[in-house]
């Protein structure tokens, strides 16, 4: 069974990362293990400031990706590929030790939330706000709690 309740909001991103680190067992349902899964949020994170390594075409950006973002940010909940690497992104760790991953979300997230410098467009939605951004690593890490159980 999914993971539930839903983030919310970054601030509920950090009570999760606290749930997981009390966690029996914390599974991904899907070909990645939770190292690699935790990882891709934490990449994710961390390229809204650093730049994301291969983004889509400007085109692309300004007319589907920023569409379907709308149609996220509507719902209020997002669906994509969820073991998907982000384009250009370095590889993921499939290790059974996903301790080292929640840290590495919550080192992310941190970071985002005392940034105060410009953020980079996202490889598929292009330039978005600071809080629009927020809203997608949150959205993100939503979607991904649908292959994750928690016991």
């Known amino acids: 069974m999914a993971d539930t309740p839903k983030v919310q909001s970054l601030d509920d991103v950090m009570r999760w990362l606290d749930r997981l680190e009390r966690a ?11 190292s690699a899964v935790l990882e891709h949020m934490a990449q994710s994170v961390d390229m809204s400031m650093d ?16 569409a379907a973002f709308a ?9 994509h590929g969820l073991t998907e690497p982000i384009p250009g992104a370095p590889a993921l760790p499939q290790s059974d030790d996903f301790k080292p991953g929640i840290v590495r979300l919550r080192s992310a997230v941190q970071r985002f939330q005392a940034y105060v410098g410009p953020l980079k467009p ?10 629009d951004f927020a809203l997608a690593h949150t959205l993100h890490i939503a979607n991904h709690q649908d292959e994750i159980t928690v016991a």
């Open 71 to 79: 149609v996220f940010r509507l719902r209020g909940k997002m669906s």
């Open 122 to 131: 996202h490889f598929a939605y292009g330039v978005l706000s600071r809080s």
């Open 24 to 34: 029996a067992q914390v599974q991904s349902t899907t070909a990645w293990k939770m």
């Open 51 to 66: 730049g994301f390594p291969e983004p889509k075409s400007a085109l692309f950006q300004s007319t589907l990706g920023t």
